[in-house]
């Protein structure tokens, strides 16, 4: 668990790096529009990863038997 946290933050730094990269930074056109289709998902997959929430210890063991309570 810990190891994936620490992809998670290093892909959010990344993504956001290069994102930010793109709006000071003139590059050419088809650089920035590969950063906008993969670093884009990228900081909000990694941002989601990161931010999922944690079942409460005693709650726990429901989520194992049964993962998915519905919206």
Do not use: H
């Amino acid at each position: 668990m810990a190891n994936q946290k620490i992809i998670c933050i290093l892909l959010l730094a990344l993504s956001t790096i290069a994102i930010l990269s793109c709006l000071v930074i003139n590059f050419e056109a088809w650089i920035v529009y590969t950063i906008a289709i993969f670093g884009i998902p990228l900081w909000v997959l990694s941002l989601g990863l990161l931010t999922m929430a944690k079942p409460k210890p005693e709650d726990a063991e429901e989520r194992v038997r049964e993962p998915f309570t519905g919206y």
